[in-house]
């Protein structure tokens, strides 16, 4: 049974930082491309960050670049978002993803999501 579980949302003040975690299980996760989402109330779910496989490379949306960092563990199973400088138009509720070839078909799973709110 694949399984994403993401923690670390919260409560925070402008100017803060959060560390949030993606565990994954179920499934070959070295092989899976891994991404984070987000999502504010009455907007789309946009993309934040992607980090790939062997060799790991990562991207980031414009508006993160510079303030957030995505990492991978491979031992443990877990992609990480560090969320440095945040802003209140971070608010929103955060969303990994996996996405790899399982069976030779294309695989994407997604988490429940965790909520971040940036707030003084």
């Known amino acids: 049974q694949v399984q994403l579980v993401e923690s670390g949302g919260g409560l925070v003040q402008p100017g803060g930082s959060l560390r949030l975690s993606c565990a994954a299980s179920?499934?070959?996760?070295?092989?899976?491309?891994m991404s984070w989402h987000r999502q504010a109330p009455g907007k789309e779910r946009e993309l934040v960050a992607t980090?790939?496989?062997?060799?790991?490379?990562?991207t980031y949306a414009d508006s993160v670049k510079g303030r957030f960092t995505i990492s991978r563990d491979n031992a443990k199973n877990t992609v990480y978002l560090q969320m440095n400088s945040l802003k209140p138009e971070d608010t929103a509720v955060y969303y990994c993803?996996?996405?790899?070839?399982?069976?030779?078909?294309?695989?994407?799973?997604w988490g429940q999501g965790t909520q971040v709110t940036v707030s003084s």
């Open positions: 980090i790939g496989t062997a060799p790991v490379s990562t």
């Open positions: 993803r996996a996405v790899g070839v399982q069976n030779m078909l294309l695989a994407r799973y």
């Open positions: 179920g499934f070959t996760f070295s092989n899976y491309a």
